[in-house]
């Protein structure tokens, strides 16, 4: 396994993170067990989860499946750099009630103490806020923030689904109050069928010292040899997949990629995978295996050297929008 630095911390992290989403709803507690022990055996320590995974009302389920395998020992809590997330609502379905949602300091603080219990841990390394909040002022979030650094409950504290200018914001906030190390990671949707980020996200989470995580890396399946694998009389595509594939144009697109990949020897998701780890900012995908041998497929891409010819045949399937402010002032 490869490492790096995330973002501006001295917070090492491993090439590829390992996605929870699927923990509970598609995966039992044992096979998520199993997942996880193979990712430590293949060195990857980095672990992304959010407090609402699990879904309806097994939300918070996931948490609670990660909390299980820490239970276990085995250092396997000191080997991870743990990520989860608050925002959603976690109040029991049904139920509205205000308080239990968002980034106000009441729910930040509800919302830790209730993943610290599901997690069995003392402390989260990365606490993300899983999209912004309109109504809670910075201020009031970094004052949330800095309390619970001291008690040790959070280390560092990232966002997800930021646009680049509340990245900004944040951290320009976060300076202006001093003590308060801002965000230090961005996870955003970004992958080689969608490159919307490398207008303004990805440049703003550089700017300021941001490791970018790039989520659903293979865009739904569409970019995992989905074509391939229905003429092949496999898996179906299914929901963000199929819906593209209806589209005549888009599925000439990805028959065309894929036809690329087959030409170089390469599989495609290995491959999609191995495109993110060359762009610039990048600390790491997601990758949310629902068995083993889909983790096993996902650690090859570390390895995978891709040339410039393939780098350049894929920049013409999917041309990016080009550096910001040049993609749209002229």
Sequence with gaps: MKYTQLGRTGLKVSRLVLGTMNFGPQTDEADSHAIMDAALDAGLNFFDTANVYGWGENKGRTESIIGNWFAKGGGRRDKVVLATKVYG??????????????????????????SLKRLQTDYIDLYQFHHVDRSTPFEEIWQAVDVLVQQGKILYVGSSNFPGYKIAQANEIAARRGGTIGLVSEQCLYNLAERRAEMEVIPAAQEYGLGVIPWSPLHGGLLGGVIKKEVQGGRRASGRAADTLTDPTARAQIQTYEDLLEKHGVEPGETALAWLLTRPGVTGPIVGPRTAEQLESALRAVELEL?????????EIFPGPGPSPEAFAW
Excluded: Q, T, Y
């Design 307 to 315: 040339s410039d010819e393939l780098l350049a045949g894929l920049d």
């Design 89 to 114: 609502n976690m109040a029991p379905d049904g139920e509205s009630w205000p308080n239990h949602d968002k980034l106000s300091a009441l729910n930040i603080r509800r919302a830790v103490d209730a």
